[in-house]
Nanobody, 127 residues
Framework: QVHMVESGGGLVQAGGSLRLSCAAS????????MGWFRQAPGKEREFVAA????????NYADSVKGRFTISRDNAKNTVYLQMNSLKPEDTAVYYC????????????????????WGQGTQVTVSS
């Protein structure tokens, strides 16, 4: 069982930056592949970024590639999402998710494969 809490969301102008954090507690954090998803009003939850438990492999949605960076610090049980050059279309509730695995090289891109979710943090980008 993993309990996760996101933080770092807020209101920012277009072109600005935010850094989201997801602090996890419970079982060994390093045994989980992690991901970030987002859900805008009236839309389905969508994949944003994923990272392997070693941190060596990452994957991004095309819409955020080159602007967002996912990283993790297993010693701090925390995964981060650095968001730069934010656009109004990035406005959404952002969720972190955890997928238990013994494979240090996998990244998980689909929400249905994640076992644990945080409560979400709101990101609003004004134009």
């Amino acid at each position: 069982q993993v309990h996760m809490v996101e933080s770092g969301g807020g209101l920012v102008q277009a072109g600005g930056s935010l850094r989201l954090s997801c602090a996890a507690s419970g079982r060994a954090f390093s045994n989980y592949a992690m991901g970030w998803f987002r859900q805008a009003p009236g839309k389905e939850r969508e994949f944003v970024a994923a990272i392997s438990w070693s941190g060596g492999i990452t994957n991004y949605a095309d819409s955020v590639k080159g602007r967002f960076t996912i990283s993790r610090d297993n010693a701090k049980n925390t995964v981060y999402l650095q968001m730069n050059s934010l656009k109004p279309e990035d406005t959404a509730v952002y969720y972190c998710a955890a997928h238990p695995t013994l494979l240090h090289t996998i990244v998980v891109l689909t929400s249905g494969e994640y076992d644990y979710w945080g409560q979400g943090t709101q990101v609003t980008v004004s134009s």
